[in-house]
């Protein structure tokens, strides 16, 4: 990322894995300068590796692993990496478009879903055009429109949830729909949300965010895949969290073939490795794996939510793998987890300061947890 840091000469021989950069002041060459508007953007801050194995609870990934067959999948695909994948993953995409009932000309696969947010900027907010979004927003719609050149109105949420009617009144050329919302966990209804495509109809693009639909309670009266399937609306789904394949990157669209077009345009032919396109179509093939995930999740959500409520913490009701607990001293409430080798996402960090994200973890990671909650009450009843 860093042009400069790169170009920085490296302080003596290193072993792989250690190198250290000594950042130098100003870069060796002259340079232009940067855009002018990239100076206010807030870098992406991922989540912190935990301690131990199963205190991974900072970045919402599946704590039961991929598919048996996804596995297969993507061992097999090794031995033809010599050669490039396809360019837009047709045979994934013939699944996917059989899957949802569209035309494969309607499915964009993408390098995660985080790379197609980008190519919908550059699409539709490049040079001055204007996102809406809640605040907060789930990070990447907000940063990628200011990589951009775009502007971002941030929409205050209502009760935890998007406030749909003051969305619709912004005028905006993209409308970022998260459902469930990243941090909060919390939906709106596919009713809900047609009618704010048709509201704003005439001026905007609804791009709803599905990355964690799988695991509502209700999939059908909550997604907005119907919309998409109908060219309303552009919805975005992701392998990184119930196929548990955040590492291979790999997610996808479903538009009108119209906007996949225009996206076809701008974006770089090979961006899917086809180890991630294999593995993929296995995955999603794999029904049972996806039910088995889903109930563990529905069940520990649960379990999550009743841990902190009787450990004294408010948690916003959740429909997503991860619940958002309300505590007072977050730092603190951060760094007494890490002592027990637990990894969660502070609120600050996602613009909700005094809360903490908690992702479902394994079922070694909530003794982990149960283990530091219980420490952190008999602190309080000891104060
Ligand atoms: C995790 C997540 C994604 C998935 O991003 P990938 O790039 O596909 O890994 C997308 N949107 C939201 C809101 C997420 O939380």
């Known amino acids: 990322m860093s042009a400069a840091g790169e170009a920085a000469p490296r302080t003596g021989p290193a072993r792989p894995g250690t190198e250290k950069v000594t950042p130098s002041a100003a870069p060796r060459h002259a340079v232009p300068q940067q855009r002018s508007w990239l100076a206010q953007i807030q870098p992406y801050r991922p989540g912190r590796p935990a301690g131990t194995r199963d205190g991974s609870m900072a970045s919402n990934e599946n704590p039961l692993g991929p598919s048996q067959s996804a596995l297969t999948a993507a061992h097999r695909s090794l031995a033809t990496m010599h050669r490039y994948p396809q360019p837009l993953a047709d045979d994934l995409r013939l699944r996917l ?13 993408g390098n995660g879903s985080d790379e197609l947010i980008f190519l919908l900027a550059l699409a539709y907010l490049a040079g001055g055009g204007v996102a809406a979004c809640a605040d907060p927003p789930y990070q990447m719609d907000a940063i990628s429109s200011l990589v951009v050149g775009g502007a971002v109105i941030r929409v205050p949420l209502q009760d935890w949830r998007h406030d749909l009617g003051s969305m619709a009144r912004t005028r905006a050329d993209l409308l970022y729909v998260c459902n469930p919302h990243n941090p909060t966990g919390t939906t709106h209804s596919a009713t809900r949300i047609e009618q704010l495509v048709d509201q704003t109809a005439d001026q905007s693009l609804v791009v709803v965010d599905e990355a964690y639909i799988d695991f509502v309670d209700d999939v059908e009266a909550t997604s907005a895949i119907r919309l998409a399937a109908d060219g309303r609306a552009v919805v975005l789904r992701t392998f990184s969290k119930i196929y548990a394949l955040a590492g291979l990157r790999i997610g996808y669209l479903v538009a009108h073939r119209d906007v996949v077009a225009v996206l076809r345009s701008v974006r770089a032919p090979f961006s899917v490795n086809q180890i991630a396109q294999r593995t993929a179509v296995a995955a999603i093939a794999d029904r049972a794996h996806w039910s088995r995930a889903r109930e563990y999740v529905r069940v520990g959500r649960q379990r999550l939510t009743q841990m902190l409520d009787e450990a004294g913490y408010a948690v916003v009701p959740s429909q997503a793998n991860f619940v958002l607990a309300l505590v007072p001293d977050e730092e603190h409430f951060v760094e ?23 992702t479902v973890p394994s079922e070694p990671g909530f003794d982990l947890l149960a283990a530091a909650l219980a420490e952190i009450r008999w602190n309080d009843r000891r104060g």
């Open 336 to 358: 007494h987890l890490a002592r027990y080798g637990v990894s969660v996402r502070p609120g600050s960090v996602l613009g909700v300061p005094g809360a903490v994200r908690i």
């Open 97 to 109: 478009a059989e899957f949802h009932r569209v035309t494969p000309d309607q499915i964009l696969v």
